[in-house]
């Protein structure tokens, strides 16, 4: 079983607009409406009808590749600007909401994640802290940072939550089976690659990351699983494992320096 999934974060009318003061560099992912607008006609052009939930892909899973929009974080700009822009084309998106960020400046709140349920697209868990480290939390910090999210979530969205992604890309295996235990049915990690895993149940799929830099080229390029970009981004995923175990900690700071000087160059 394949499937294509793009991993997108921010749109904002303009790049400077995206706000930084939560998370790490998100302008490094953030698109201005104008670029969104191309990379999704881009993606409409090469793959006309993409199956963009993971409810309707179930249905037809087998007969073709599902394609999968997904938008981490829960930033307000999910309900001001990228919703509209999907429901334009008839598409609809998976949302990844931070639950501890919810209603806090320049994320949404929880009439705006309910409203954007009730159009049709999905929201999931994208944990509750967002942990910069999730692969090395204890059980018991998982197994509250999957809980305490969905309960959250489940309790604005008045149904079962089903669905979540790892927040910064650290995925292991228990951090797939604790979204299991924690009834998620289907978990978006950050490792570039089509096939679908299995944790307990639990569906396991990769994504391709978009980020500023990426051109409208290059997303329709990924959404039809051309092979040499989705071999680039599969190479230099492996590249980053191995120095993520090797750096440790001290990753995550250099990490940190360098989407900066990108940012404001």
């Not at 822009?85 to 705006?112: N, Y």
């Not at 292991?172 to 149940?201: D, M, R, T």
């Not at 051109?215 to 990924?222: E, F, I, N, W, Y």
């Amino acid at each position: 079983m394949k499937a294509i999934s793009l991993g997108y974060h921010d749109v904002v009318e303009q790049l400077d607009q995206s706000d930084d003061s939560v998370r790490r560099a998100p302008a490094y992912y953030a698109l201005d409406r104008k670029t969104f607008q191309k990379h999704l006609d881009e993606i409409r052009t090469r793959k006309p009808i993409p199956q963009v939930t993971f409810i309707e892909a179930k249905k037809q899973w087998g007969t073709q590749v599902p394609v999968f929009l997904t938008f981490d974080d829960g930033a307000e700009c999910a309900y001001t600007c990228i919703a509209e822009e999907l429901e334009a084309r008839d598409w609809r998106g998976h949302f990844f909401v931070t639950s501890s960020w919810i209603g806090t400046p320049g994320f949404m709140d929880s009439s705006q994640i309910r409203e954007l349920r009730k159009r049709g697209h999905i929201i999931g868990s994208h944990t509750h802290t967002h942990p910069e480290r999730m692969s090395n939390l204890t059980q018991p910090q998982l197994a509250s940072e999957w809980s305490v999210s969905c309960n959250i979530l489940e309790q604005i969205l008045g149904e079962r939550v089903k669905t979540a992604s790892v927040a910064d890309g650290y995925y292991s295996k228990k951090v797939g089976q604790s979204a299991a235990a924690a009834g998620i049915e289907v978990l978006f990690n950050s490792e570039p690659v089509k096939s679908v895993g299995e944790e307990h149940g639990c569906l396991i799929l990769g994504r391709y990351a978009v980020k500023s830099v990426t051109a409208p080229k290059g997303s329709g390029d990924l959404a039809t699983g051309a092979i040499l970009p989705c071999f680039a981004q599969l190479g230099l995923w492996e590249a980053k494992k191995v120095a993520k175990a090797i750096a440790g900690k001290s990753y995550l700071s250099v990490r940190r320096l360098l989407l900066s000087a990108r940012t404001r160059g």
